[in-house]
């Protein structure tokens, strides 16, 4: 039996048809899938320093998946899923399977469903302006942003519920709820030799995690190409441990994302703002940013071309930290499971610390390559 199992697995896994995950068992009611891809990109930057070679080979967050679900009658389905992903760059000694998704959860036809553990929060769905591989999209904070908690509780986040309903008139609603990070106590952050990492300012830097967030989101979707988003995000970290007074730390994010297709045309933009409230010793600091996307892309037969425009604008609490970045590229896919996309960013950087101004930038272009299974 198993292996009249393998010789009808492993040409499935090789030729299945589908980009995302290929069947390999479905009868009575149950069903496996296996799922993944491989994600390698060439990448040039005009500002490494320190030795470092101008091309370097990345992994983007290759990754591989297993999905159970089981048919329990009257239109309700129970299901679990498992994704890990690695490094395929790093070497032997580095190499760590990271934990991506895990969870288990039930859906019934017609209502929504709802899943526990480790998922992806429905916060990442909200931004559509977003049509590159590597270097667009704001609505995920990125570099500058005031966001300090170590535990992405707008992305992927465990020890957490998600609920989504089925889509009525159009209309999609969703929302996760995470009980705490993947940490139970925040810290002074150390070095390895046990020496206190200093923020840039000269300030302690805190390992915190989060014992208190959720994210709402509603996702439109009209009968004539015109698609409208929003979310909402809150989190509460854990005090510092070895502190006092006790300081809070609250982080919040709200964006709205519309876009509209005309045949193979698409264009997108997103408005948010993240902001990180920290209140140590009594004193309260708000560091806030403004988050502007704007996306377009055309497809024509196997291939599309796509730029984007990303613009981070934080206040005065962030050392009035700005982030601009220009975004061209193009993709070719040969099969539903093979791609290949070349891209261009230009990145723009500025910031006022006490010491002085500072502006940086830099031009990166990457040739990648997506293989699915």
């Given at each position: 039996?198993?292996?009249?199992?393998?010789?009808?697995?492993?040409?499935?896994?090789?030729?299945?048809?589908?980009?995302?995950?290929v069947?390999?068992?479905?009868?009575?009611?149950?069903?496996?899938?296996?799922?993944?891809?491989?994600?390698?990109?060439?990448?040039?930057?005009?500002s490494?320093?320190?030795?470092?070679?101008?091309?370097?080979?990345?992994?983007?967050?290759?990754?591989?998946?297993?999905?159970?679900?089981?048919?329990?009658?009257?239109?309700?389905?129970?299901?679990?899923?498992?994704?890990?992903?690695?490094?395929?760059?790093?070497?032997?000694?580095?190499?760590?399977?990271?934990?991506?998704?895990?969870?288990?959860?039930?859906?019934?036809?017609?209502?929504?469903?709802?899943?526990?553990?480790?998922?992806?929060?429905?916060?990442?769905?909200?931004?559509?302006?977003?049509?590159?591989?590597?270097?667009g999209?704001?609505?995920?904070?990125?570099?500058?942003s005031?966001r300090?908690?170590?535990?992405n509780?707008?992305?992927?986040?465990?020890?957490?519920?998600?609920l989504?309903?089925?889509?009525?008139?159009?209309?999609?609603?969703?929302?996760?709820?995470?009980?705490?990070g993947?940490?139970?106590?925040?810290?002074?952050?150390?070095?390895?030799?046990?020496?206190?990492?200093?923020?840039?300012?000269?300030?302690?830097?805190?390992?915190?995690?989060?014992?208190?967030?959720?994210?709402?989101?509603?996702?439109?979707?009209t009968?004539?190409?015109?698609?409208?988003?929003?979310?909402?995000?809150?989190a509460?970290?854990?005090?510092?441990?070895?502190?006092?007074?006790?300081?809070?730390?609250?982080e919040?994010?709200w964006?709205?994302?519309?876009?509209?297709?005309?045949?193979?045309?698409?264009i997108?933009?997103?408005?948010?703002?993240?902001?990180?409230?920290?209140?140590?010793?009594?004193?309260?600091?708000?560091?806030?940013?403004?988050?502007?996307?704007?996306?377009?892309?055309?497809?024509?037969?196997?291939?599309k071309?796509?730029?984007?425009?990303?613009?981070?604008?934080?206040?005065k609490?962030?050392?009035?930290?700005?982030?601009?970045?220009?975004?061209?590229?193009?993709?070719?896919?040969?099969?539903?499971?093979?791609?290949?996309?070349?891209?261009?960013?230009?990145?723009?950087?500025?910031?006022?610390?006490?010491?002085?101004?500072?502006?940086?930038?830099?031009?990166?272009?990457?040739?990648?390559?997506?293989?699915?299974?």
């Amino acid at each position: 039996m198993k292996k009249k199992f393998l010789a009808i697995a492993i040409p499935l896994l090789v030729s299945g048809g589908a980009a995302n995950a290929v069947t390999l068992y479905n009868n009575d009611g149950t069903k496996f899938e296996v799922g993944g891809s491989l994600r390698l990109m060439a990448e040039y930057s005009d500002s490494r320093q320190g030795g470092d070679h101008d091309v370097k080979i990345k992994d983007q967050s290759s990754r591989f998946s297993f999905k159970i679900s089981h048919d329990l009658g009257n239109g309700l389905t129970g299901f679990g899923y498992l994704e890990y992903g690695n490094d395929t760059q790093a070497s032997e000694k580095d190499f760590d399977l990271k934990n991506r998704l895990g969870n288990v959860g039930m859906k019934m036809d017609g209502v929504g469903e709802i899943a526990i553990g480790r998922i992806l929060s429905p916060f990442d769905d909200v931004s559509m302006s977003d049509y590159s591989y590597e270097y667009g999209g704001v609505l995920d904070f990125g570099a500058g942003s005031p966001r300090q908690n170590n535990d992405n509780f707008i992305g992927r986040v465990s020890h957490s519920v998600r609920l989504q309903t089925a889509q009525f008139n159009g209309l999609t609603l969703a929302g996760s709820y995470t009980f705490q990070g993947d940490d139970t106590k925040s810290t002074i952050a150390k070095n390895p030799d046990g020496s206190t990492i200093l923020n840039s300012d000269g300030t302690n830097k805190y390992n915190r995690t989060i014992n208190n967030a959720y994210t709402l989101a509603g996702f439109y979707e009209t009968t004539f190409g015109l698609k409208i988003n929003a979310g909402y995000g809150y989190a509460e970290a854990n005090n510092v441990a070895d502190m006092a007074p006790v300081d809070s730390f609250k982080e919040r994010i709200w964006g709205v994302s519309t876009e509209y297709t005309i045949d193979n045309f698409s264009i997108a933009a997103d408005y948010g703002q993240a902001s990180a409230t920290d209140t140590m010793k009594g004193v309260r600091t708000t560091k806030r940013s403004n988050l502007y996307g704007l996306g377009t892309k055309y497809g024509f037969g196997k291939a599309k071309v796509y730029a984007g425009y990303y613009l981070k604008d934080g206040n005065k609490a962030t050392k009035e930290f700005r982030e601009q970045r220009t975004v061209l590229g193009t993709d070719y896919s040969f099969t539903s499971n093979y791609k290949v996309w070349l891209e261009y960013a230009n990145a723009r950087t500025r910031q006022h610390p006490e010491s002085g101004k500072t502006k940086e930038q830099e031009n990166k272009v990457a040739l990648g390559f997506r293989v699915f299974f």
